[in-house]
């Protein structure tokens, strides 16, 4: 007979899922905001794939199966975790790449605009950026104060008739902010624009759901929330957008035919966007990455996990008299400051005891980035340590 109640059954899913990340054992591993941990899965399934590479070779029939078959599986993943089907997602390498292509597969005029704000960070700011250097597009910035205060109104504002796209992260990677996506998105459509959000810190941290969003692209990573390889990534395009954006890495991998003359059909659907070859093991990382977010974890306990530890740190770290950086309504990330010490000296000590967070520099803070497989005595590990030297 099981007399255990619905807490402890709770607390035995948590010591489960936690068995499954042995670099848990020493570490109160706070920083899924630069990589997740890895859990076993993760790496069997690479080494597996490895292996077979090594013994049975890279070519031939069986081995091109497994890479179309473990590439078919991660789109199909991605797309449940975000709300998309699968021919609206394109593996990529980063998020980084996600957004590049993006932006490099819209058609750009001298004069155009495009629009973000004052958190970027470089893998979204950086394809924007470079389109002054190569069209001659200028970059307005607005303020994610300003954002969360009256997000369509300060978009209004910002909007001229040369502004074509949006380019925002869901969560910015500095303050934890979280973006009111599906306003801004809806705010942009009526302006006769597009959307493009960076999700590096919003998937596998808080329910992302593209349809209901209403953005047109979205990119992101497999190697921090989602605790996959790094290397590994994934661009949702919307379906209706696809005759528009352009593939900007076309290769084998992106065409159904060629002929001879250099004439060439684009594969339907968003593999277009997909230039070249795959590293298989990191790709199989990704599939056993996904399938244990969504089938061992489930997505829906992670998030109320990720929740749940993001508000008691908040409450315990207010109560000591940090400074909170991170609105509300927030993701996953809690950034802070911590009187008379600067970030980077509370990172040093914080390492010391095996408590690993990062440090952001603008604004100078702390950040903690905590995982569905953090529990309360890693928060106790945390508090403990930023009280001593
Ligand atoms: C908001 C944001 N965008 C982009 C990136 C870059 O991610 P990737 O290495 O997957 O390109 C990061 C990484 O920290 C990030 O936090």
Redesign the pocket.
Known sequence: MNHSGPSELADDKAARIRDQFPVLRRNAYLNA??YGPLPLAVGRAMAASLQRQVRRGRIGREAFREHEETAARVRTLAARLVGAVPEEMALTR????GMNVTVLGLDWERGDRVLTTDQE?Y??LLPLANLRRRWGVEVDFIRTEDLLADPVGAVERAWTPRTKLLGF?HVS?RTGALLPAAALAAAVRRLGGLTLA?G??SVGAIPVDVAELGVDFYAF?G??WLCGPEGT?LLYVRRERQPSLRPSLPGFAAVQEMAEDGDFLFKPGARRYEGGTFNLPTLEGLAAALKFFLEEAGAAWAFGRVAGWREAAAARLNALGARLLTPSPAAGLLSFQWEGRSPEDVVAALSRRRVLVRSINRPACVRVAAGYWNNEADLERLVEALQKP
């Open positions: 905001g630069t980063q998020t980084t790449e960070h893998g979204g992260s990677f960076d590096a810190q990573p190697q921090k990534g």
